[in-house]
Structure formats: structure tokens, C-alpha cells
């Protein structure tokens, strides 16, 4: 039976380069590199009918003209959209996987109890995959959007508020609250955009539309260093096409 093995190393995923030079998983019978006696093989849901499995490799490819070592966000561009999603399902597994290996009550080492699920043998605690939930919000003034530069950005770009969603709070709340803390304003007619798995290590990004109510920007200095209001005209470096800020931006821009 063929399998698409979703392979990584750190932070790298393990691609097959086809004879037009497109690329793919490496789907066979058995796995394209040989798979270290501890490692885990975990089972992931199928694609198109196809079994999943994933794991670590214990030392990146190299030196293979049929296999290329690739960031997984670099992966985006250049496997079929279905598989990056695929991918990233699996480096959250693989993630959760590495850290529950004992058991958070009793301290014991932790069994697979199903697919998504681990159950301790010694005191029966069970534990599945958790999602660090977060809000995205693209507030408009007019013609203008609000965009800002964080402290924890890879590169130049600005992007759009966000933060975590805390205990005991909606959604709404959350792009309120992240909004005020963030940079001093009040917003309204708060709306939802979509949402996007975002495994890095292990999130989901809810996005929003939202109008600018009151207040003046005042910048959070542990969290941003830079933002302002910005036209279609006078537009900064924005974020790569992969992110959901990118999708909230390119919607605002499509209007």
C-alpha cells in the first residue's frame, strides 16, 4: 500500500523533485530514507485516499538529485496547496508528539491511545493536540488600513494586529482587547474574515474586518515597533502570500 511520507528535520520538510520540476511528498510503499529504531511514525489522516505518515529524520538529505530539504514555509510555494496544509497538520502532530512523552499528572511515559491521542498507562490520564488560538484584525479608516511592524517579524514587513485569545473570552473580545493593548484604539462593526491553520508550532489565526472607532496610536513598546495608516497608494513591504494578514490585505485591496 502506497503512503505519502511527510518526513522533517528541525524545521525542514523533506520533498521529492519531479522530472518537470515540479514538487511533491514522496509517496511509495515503503519510506524514502531510512527511519531511525526510536523514532516515531505517526499515522495522520489520509489525502485523496492516500495513507499519511510522518516522522523525523535524524540527519537532514543531502547530496540527492530525487530529494530536497525545504523550510515548511518556504514549502508553500512550491508543493500543491493541499500538501502544505497536509504538512503542516503533520509538524503539529509531530510537534505534540515530542512534547507529551510523560505524563503530566503522574509523570509516567505516555502511549498512543488513538491517532490523536495519547492515554497513560499508570493513572489513565488521556491528553489530544492543542491549539494555541489566535486573532488577526485589518482595521480600516476610510481608505485608509491600519498596518504595523512587530518586534517578532522576520524582515521589514508590517502586518496586522494580533494576539492570543485568552481564557474566558470570546473572539470579539479578543480583537478588542488586543486592539486597545496594542495600540490605544477603539474599533467597531468587528467582522469575521476566515480562518487559517497556522503550524508554527501549533496555531489557528482567526481573522477579522474591523472600523476604527476612536483614539490616536499609541504603540505598545514590547510588541510593536512601528505603525501607522496607510492608503493603497502609500502601501509598506506587506506579509508573504501564505498568511492569512496577506489574505485580509489582499481582500481589503480587491474592493
Not at 508543493?79 to 509538524?91: D, F, H, M, Q, T
Not at 495519547?118 to 485589518?138: D, F, H, M, R, S
Not at 498596518?147 to 473580545?173: C, D, I, M, S
Request: proline fraction near 5%; charged fraction near 20%; charge should be negative.
Amino acid at each position: 500500500m502506497k503512503h505519502y511520507y511527510f518526513a522533517f528535520h528541525g524545521s525542514e520538510i523533506l520533498l521529492e523533485r519531479l522530472a518537470d520540476g515540479t514538487y511533491t511528498i514522496p509517496c511509495g510503499e515503503t519510506p524514502p530514507t531510512d527511519v531511525d529504531q526510536e523514532a516515531t511514525m505517526l499515522n495522520v489522516t489520509p489525502e485523496n485516499g492516500i495513507c499519511v505518515k510522518a516522522y523525523r529524520l535524524q540527519s537532514p538529505v543531502a547530496g540527492c538529485s530525487k530529494y530536497e530539504m525545504c523550510g515548511l514555509r518556504q514549502s508553500f510555494y512550491k508543493l500543491p496547496y493541499n500538501l502544505y496544509v497536509k504538512a503542516g497538520k503533520c509538524e503539529e502532530l509531530l510537534y505534540w508528539d515530542a512534547n507529551t512523552k510523560y505524563c503530566g499528572r503522574c509523570g509516567a511515559k505516555m502511549a498512543m491511545h488513538t491517532d490523536i491521542s495519547k492515554k497513560c498507562p499508570n493513572c489513565g490520564n488521556e491528553v489530544w493536540p492543542q491549539l494555541a488560538t489566535a486573532i488577526i484584525v485589518l482595521i480600516h479608516r476610510g481608505e485608509e488600513v491600519l498596518l504595523v511592524h512587530a518586534k517578532n517579524f522576520r524582515g521589514n514587513f508590517f502586518g496586522l494586529v494580533a494576539g492570543f485569545v485568552e481564557t474566558g473570552e470570546t473572539l470579539e473580545e479578543a480583537v478588542r482587547r488586543e486592539v486597545m493593548e496594542e495600540t490605544g484604539l477603539g474599533i467597531k462593526n468587528i467582522k469575521y474574515f476566515g480562518s487559517q491553520p497556522w503550524p508554527y508550532p501549533c496555531g489557528l489565526m482567526i481573522g477579522f474586518n474591523a472600523d476604527y472607532e476612536e483614539g490616536t496610536i499609541t504603540l505598545q513598546q514590547s510588541e510593536l515597533s512601528a505603525g501607522a495608516w496607510f492608503n493603497r497608494n502609500n502601501l509598506p513591504e506587506i506579509p508573504e502570500k501564505l498568511s492569512i494578514a496577506r489574505k485580509l490585505i489582499d481582500a481589503w485591496l480587491a474592493q
